[in-house]
Each structure stands twice: as structure tokens, then as C-alpha cells.
């Protein structure tokens, strides 16, 4: 048959679907599924009297709009979006079409997930569960229970990565006391400040370990210490802490996690009006962007500004809105 008779879509997906077979060893399963994909964007282009030889990027990227619209998922969307690009490239390849309509049509974007975090008597109650524990400990346990509150005061006054916490080096404690340096991902350098309770916690283990050293500082250079091959405490066994601590706290231990401490420092200095700027340089991000996962804690805080101080809100905005125009209209401004 020649290229003109091969034209309709359900020939040239016959086609694909063979050279898929034949070429690729595609699975029965696979195939069928790149059958449905182009069937339903084949009965796109003909509500839009367009023929496939023919069809654009305005066509693939109006066709995702409405699958978008119907409301299937990223995941869908991206698979059916990946089947139409693979079906023109052959037709490229095969030189049945001379350009590549989907090659600059962008894929759906994922939505990046909101981070796990704790609200701020959450933290209050592990606080209070991790002080409670430090002092009914006695012997050798306190000094374990009395550097597991120490990490989590520091990781909350902080919100250092895990890695940075574990690794800090008691030099670090030699300078400002209201501060400590850090050196991040990619080397970078930060100085992190230390609240007061963050503070007597460190000089309460730090006294309580030479109290069992006979009064000898500890010979290591690492702030937390521990017998396994990298010399100080690991993240493992941090994170191991923190879920037995959710359990005593009452909380579910999924919920907890260093790096959850982190996102809880970085969502409630937001929350009581710090900047993004600001949080960024705190946490060490390199880009603002990777910051911007927090935007959701300033938007409703926004929100809350607005219901809480606009002259209308014990009235209702939207109410009011509505009342005064019924009918929806307005200047547009």
C-alpha cells in the first residue's frame, strides 16, 4: 500500500503497533494499552476535523487540556502523552511526516507534595516526652535520653539536615555561643542560630558526659559520639530514636522523622512571619525554588491576614460580593 492510502488513523496505528510488535518485542499488555492511547486521540482529532498527517502541537496539547479537564490523572496524562509522541516519531522515521508535531509539546507536571511536618504542639508534647524521660533516667541511660533531647532541641532551633547534625564537630561550640557554623551540600557555609533552650541542652549533655568520663572531656572530635565506623552518631539510628519517642509521645511513628523536624522549623518560622529569603539561607538551600515548597504556609497565612483584618470579614467577603452583585458583574479591574 502506498503512504496516501495509509493515511486514516487507525492504518497508521496499525502500522506503529507492528513495528512495536516486530522491532521492540512490545507485550500483548503494551500494545493494547498504546491501542486505547491513540484510539482516544484519533476520536480527539476527528471532533476537530483534523486528520493525523496533519495535526499540531496545538492539537496534543489541546487534547491534554481535555484529558486534564475530565480529570485523569498526571500519571495518565504523561503515559497517553508519551504513546502520541513514540506514534509520531515513527511517522517521522518512516517518512510518512516530515516534522514532529509533539516534540515541543510539554508533558503535565507533577505537583510536588506538600512536606510531612508537625504542628507546634506536637513538637511541644515530644519536647516535653524527651525532657520526662532524661529526667527519670538514671546510670549510664541518662546520658543516651539527655543527647536524644539535646538532637531534638538543636534539630528544631535549627532545622540543620540530618547528616549536618550528626556530623557536628564540638569545635563548632568553641566560638559565638549563639551561633554555629555549618558547612553544607556542595560546601557551602551558613551560620545557624542557637535559641536558649537549644543551648543549655547542648551544656547539659556536655556536662553530663564528663560527669561519666571523671571528669575528662571526651576524646573525639565528633559532639555526638558513637562507637560504629563513622565515629559519631548515624542517621539511622537518630531517626530509629525519634519514631520510639513518637511512640511515647502518643504519636504515630510514620509521622516522625529528623527531616520532618526540619520541615516543622521551617513551616512554623514562616507561619509567625519570617521571609522565604531568610528560611532559605536558615535551611542552606541553594535555590529559592527548593524553599518554595513552603509557599502553601504563606498563602494561608495571607489568607488568614485578610479574614482576620479586612473591614469585611465579620461580614463575609464573599457574601457581600454577592449581595451588592448579583449578577456577577463588576468593573474587572
Known amino acids: 500500500m502506498t503512504v496516501t492510502e495509509q493515511t486514516s488513523m487507525a492504518a497508521l496505528t496499525t502500522r506503529f503497533l507492528e513495528m512495536l510488535s516486530a522491532e521492540r518485542g512490545a ?32 492539537d496534543i496539547s489541546a487534547h491534554l487540556h481535555a484529558l486534564s479537564a475530565s480529570g485523569l490523572a498526571v500519571s495518565s496524562r504523561s503515559r497517553k502523552l508519551s504513546a502520541i509522541r513514540q506514534f509520531f516519531r515513527f511517522l517521522v522515521a518512516e517518512e510518512i511526516i516530515a516534522e514532529d508535531p509533539a516534540r515541543h509539546v510539554d508533558g503535565p507536571r507533577r505537583e510536588r507534595p506538600l512536606p510531612k511536618t508537625l504542628t507546634v504542639e506536637e513538637v511541644d508534647r515530644l519536647l516535653a516526652t524527651a525532657r520526662r524521660q532524661m529526667e527519670r533516667a538514671t546510670g549510664a541511660q541518662r546520658l543516651q535520653y539527655i543527647r536524644l533531647y539535646c538532637l531534638l532541641e538543636v534539630l528544631y532551633a535549627t532545622g540543620l539536615r540530618v547528616s549536618e547534625l550528626v556530623s557536628l564537630q564540638r569545635i563548632a561550640l568553641t ?9 553544607g551540600k556542595g560546601g557551602r557555609e551558613r551560620l545557624v542560630p542557637l535559641h536558649k533552650p ?6 547539659l549533655y556536655l556536662k553530663t558526659e564528663r560527669e561519666q568520663n571523671d571528669g575528662e572531656k571526651a576524646d573525639t572530635p565528633w559532639l555526638f559520639p558513637s562507637r560504629g565506623q563513622l565515629g559519631h552518631l548515624t542517621r539511622q539510628r537518630l531517626a530509629q530514636e525519634l519514631k520510639e519517642l513518637a511512640l511515647s509521645a502518643g504519636l504515630a511513628p510514620e509521622k516522625l522523622s529528623p527531616h520532618v523536624l526540619r520541615h516543622a522549623f521551617a513551616s512554623h518560622l514562616l507561619d509567625r512571619g519570617a521571609d522565604l529569603r531568610s528560611v532559605q539561607q536558615l535551611l542552606g538551600h541553594a535555590d529559592i525554588s527548593t524553599t518554595q515548597i513552603y509557599t502553601h504556609v504563606l498563602e494561608e497565612r495571607l489568607k488568614a491576614i485578610v479574614y482576620e483584618n479586612h473591614p469585611l470579614a465579620k461580614q463575609g467577603i464573599r457574601k457581600t460580593v454577592r449581595e451588592e452583585d448579583p449578577e456577577g458583574g463588576g468593573s474587572g479591574a
Open 27 to 58: 507485550s500483548p499488555h503494551t500494545l493494547s494499552a498504546y491501542q486505547r492511547d491513540l484510539d482516544a486521540f484519533g476520536e480527539f482529532l476527528v471532533q476537530r476535523k483534523t486528520r493525523p498527517m496533519a495535526a499540531t502541537a496545538d
Open 175 to 183: 566560638g559565638d555561643d549563639f551561633t554555629i557554623p555549618i558547612k
Open 198 to 203: 537549644a543551648r543549655e541542652a547542648i551544656a
